[in-house]
């Protein structure tokens, strides 16, 4: 018996698998399909699967040219495969012509024309194209622009930029004189400037019916919030919080890891992150940094604590060194919580250095996520025991904001909610901003 077999993400399945198993099978007696595991297409760059493993399977299941469906979880596993069902023909589409000759050496190996005209990636485009309209500066702008070639379904169409008011083609970016005129020509929104302006450009933008994508944080108190979420709702919208550390596989990995209790009960957690970059380019003028270090890192820094323990801290105490009389930019901001279970502190600043890390106390172990923790790829589990010590490893491309914009399409084309930032985690979020602003401790740092 010539046993062939042949490996893919078969997402939305068209005519072009359809093909490619029909000739796969032709060539012996019995067909094996790989398919991909959704963790293993995220590592390998294949952010944009639309169905589950599940689903795909089930798919493939349908054709009826499948002897036997596998899972492809890990790089490398071919060559197990080969070994284990003793495989005659590997086999694969002429799209991936030479990347699989090293299986020569344990089977023969097919490239079978690829079927022109048809791809997952086409069907995604089709189903729901998003004009995105983007309000901030240039260079967010381009660090958007960038990333956004990895997301099918949506593109940036037009730009309302802080620092440009005349109207102005930038390779295909139409810059807008008027927030106004940008909602004219866009389905969605991605909310980037000041976080003062925040609450009242969404509110535009729903009104609008537009779909909002913003920088957290959404709205500067946890009223406002309550009321964006609720227009969003009657319009039928979406309204997403950008914290681009909860849309990392890794960092969702890590929260099921305790929150299966793998440190034992959490006591506390002590979460850092700094930057100097704007400040030291403000040359000291700090109305030129348009966030100040709450509102900059505080939302990253608070999201891990509010999901690991909730949103009802039984104390909270603010304590912020400013370096303007008018106590609007903190260098530094220090926040001490002590909920029903446990405690936590956020240590935030854009006019201080500190190590970025995220350390996770538990009764049984703890969790180190290394600097700059926000950009999660890697963390450990540690005991007391060294050599219980457990690494963790993820795919994290680019700073994440891909994968933030892929939630979003999703979350638009399924319209459902937003599983990663819960509504109340936003006002939470919010209500620190505004306690911040209400009635902190405040000491003056001299310069
Ligand atoms: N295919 C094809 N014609 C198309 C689209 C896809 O022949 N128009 C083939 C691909 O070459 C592949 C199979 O159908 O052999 C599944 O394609 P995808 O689901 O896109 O998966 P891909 O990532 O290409 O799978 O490790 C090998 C990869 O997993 C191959």
């Not at 198993?21 to 590592?43: P, S």
């Not at 295909?172 to 389905?187: F, M, R, W």
């Not at 950009?375 to 795919?395: A, H, P, S, V």
Request: hydrophobic share 40%; aromatic share 12%; net charge negative.
């Amino acid at each position: 018996m010539k046993k062939v077999i042949t490996y893919g993400t078969y997402d939305l399945l068209h005519f072009g698998h359809i093909n490619l198993l029909k000739r796969a099978k032709e060539l012996g007696d019995y067909l094996i399909v790989g398919v991909t595991a959704d963790d293993f297409d995220k590592a390998r760059g294949k952010i944009n699967v639309q169905q589950s493993l599940m689903e795909r399977i089930e798919a493939v299941k349908a054709t009826g040219l499948a002897d036997e469906i596998i899972v492809e979880e890990y790089e490398g596993q071919k060559i197990d495969d080969i070994q284990r069902y003793d495989i005659d023909i590997f086999t694969v589409g002429s799209d991936w012509e030479g990347k699989f000759d090293y299986l020569k050496e344990f089977c023969k190996v097919v490239y079978l024309e690829r079927t022109e005209g048809i791809s997952s990636t086409q069907i995604r485009e089709k189903q729901s194209f998003l004009k995105l309209g983007f309000v901030g500066d240039r260079t967010m702008l381009e660090k958007y622009a960038n990333e956004i070639e990895f997301v099918n379904g949506i593109q940036i169409s037009g730009a309302y930029l802080n620092e440009f008011k005349e109207q102005e083609n930038m390779g295909g970016i139409v810059n807008y004189s008027s927030y106004e005129e940008l909602l004219k020509y866009c389905d969605a929104v991605l909310i980037e400037s000041a976080p003062q302006y925040h609450a009242d450009q969404i509110e535009m933008a729903l009104n609008n019916m537009k779909h909002v994508i913003c920088e957290s944080p959404i709205a500067l108190n946890g009223t406002e919030v309550e009321n964006l979420y609720t227009i969003a709702k009657k319009n039928g919208l979406i309204l997403m919080e950008a914290i681009k550390t909860a849309y990392s596989i890794a960092y969702n990995r890590l929260l099921l890891l305790i929150k299966s209790g793998k440190i034992g009960q959490v006591v506390s957690v002590d979460a850092t992150c700094t930057s100097r970059k704007e400040l030291d380019q403000s040359q000291n003028d700090y109305t030129k940094v348009p966030w100040n270090s709450i509102c900059g890192w505080g939302p990253t820094a608070l999201l891990p604590i509010f999901q690991i323990y909730g949103v009802k801290p039984k104390n909270i105490q603010i304590t912020s060194m400013f370096l303007d009389e008018e106590k609007k930019f903190d260098a530094f901001t220090k926040i001490n919580f002590v909920f029903p279970n446990g405690t936590a502190t956020v240590k935030v600043g854009k006019g201080v250095k500190s190590e970025g890390d995220l350390v996770i106390t538990g009764t049984k172990g703890y969790i180190y996520v290394p600097a700059p923790w926000w950009k999660l790829d890697y963390f450990e589990i540690r005991y007391e025991k060294i050599e219980d010590k457990k690494r963790f490893f993820y795919q994290l491309d680019g700073e994440g904001i891909r994968y933030e914009l892929v939630s979003f399409v999703q979350m638009i084309k399924e319209t459902k909610t937003n599983e990663y930032i819960l509504e109340k985690y936003s006002i939470a979020i919010a209500d620190i901003m505004e306690r911040f602003l209400q009635n902190r401790q405040i000491i003056i740092l001299e310069e």
